[in-house]
């Protein structure tokens, strides 16, 4: 046993050391420089340097948005009290009046909720940015940036949404669950077609509905999975209206995949205008949306 306390001796003293060490350094720093304290904010708007991008994310689609990265180049932190996009490719600007707040050389995404696109645009120019800033002391300074459509996603969009307008200025496009046609894992869809009244020939064909990420397609024929369902020939054209009957089945059968679905619901048909092919996309109302939701669980066995 003594051997054994003498062992210990030098260990406790160890211990000492280490924690006084731990300890000495938890004591304050002397204070910094004063002069190396970044201020609050720019002095001017003049002092505000940002780098600004417009760009979709996954989820933006279904909520009708677009981000908006604005990157702080200043040697400062930037409050952002409020922003304008502004484009003659808008009907009118789309605004945020949020606070964020950037620190220097650090990057933030905006979340906008976009507004409707004013048509004809042409190929329309990035968006200019106007940033509300707070300034040091307190006032606040607009700041028009231009931006950079990062990967074409605004054009992209304008495009689309003219398209989509030119389309239901003929006919109107909706979708909703039919119950009467679910039976197992099959779950039924009705695309309704009513053409406008007033349109005249219509010059409007819709070739074929796509698959989601959530639905599959199925051939009622023979009951094979595929990824575009061919409409009947001259659909859309017509002067009455009609409901075409689609199969539908879960694309993957997960409670995550239903969980986080954001585009699952947003079925979009290839559409020929005035012999100009395009895309429309049309988005399940709520109560089609739950609709549809309540049979992928069914089918699923969730």
């Known amino acids: 046993m003594p051997r054994r306390r003498a062992l210990l001796a030098p260990c406790v003293a160890a211990v000492l050391v ?8 938890c004591s304050p720093a002397d204070p910094a420089d004063p002069g190396s304290i970044a201020l ?8 505000v340097a940002v780098t600004a991008e417009v760009y979709r994310s996954r989820i933006d689609p279904s909520r009708g948005g677009m981000q908006l990265s604005v990157r702080n180049d200043g040697p400062v932190p930037l409050t952002i009290v409020g922003t304008r996009l502004e484009s003659p490719a808008l ?15 650090l990057t933030r995404d905006l979340a906008l909720t ?37 990967i074409g996603q605004w054009a992209e969009w304008v495009a689309a949404e003219c398209f989509a307008a030119a389309v239901a200025e003929r006919v109107q ?14 779950i039924g869809l009705l695309l309704d077609i009513a053409p406008r009244s007033g349109a005249g020939e219509a010059g409007v064909e819709l070739v074929s509905l796509s698959d989601t990420v959530l639905f599959g397609l199925v051939q009622s024929s ?12 001259g659909t ?33 048909i290839d559409v020929v205008l005035d012999g100009v092919p395009g895309t429309v996309t049309i988005a399940a109302d709520s109560a089609t949306r739950a609709g ?9 066995e969730l």
Request: with cysteine; hydrophobic share 40%; aromatic share 2%.
């Open 18 to 25: 280490v924690a006084s060490a731990v300890l000495s350094g």
């Open 40 to 47: 609050p904010g720019p002095v001017t708007a003049a002092d």
């Open 91 to 105: 009907q009118q600007p789309i605004v945020r009046e949020r606070t964020t707040v950037i620190g220097p050389g």
């Open 114 to 150: 976009l507004t409707p696109a004013a048509c004809p645009a042409g190929d329309p120019d990035p968006p200019q940015a106007v940033l509300v800033v707070q300034l040091i002391d307190g006032s606040t300074a607009e700041v028009a940036v231009p931006t950079v459509d990062r």
């Open 173 to 186: 496009l909706t979708v909703r669950h039919d119950p009467a046609r679910d039976d197992g894992a099959l």
């Open 222 to 233: 023979d009951g094979r999975r595929v990824t575009r369902a061919p409409l009947p020939t």
């Open 236 to 268: 859309g054209d017509g002067a009455a209206a009609v409901s075409i009957p689609i199969l539908l089945t879960p694309a993957r059968c997960d409670a995550h995949a239903l969980a986080d679905d954001k585009q699952g619901t947003l079925f979009r």
């Open 292 to 300: 549809l939701y309540d049979a992928f669980r069914r089918a699923c």
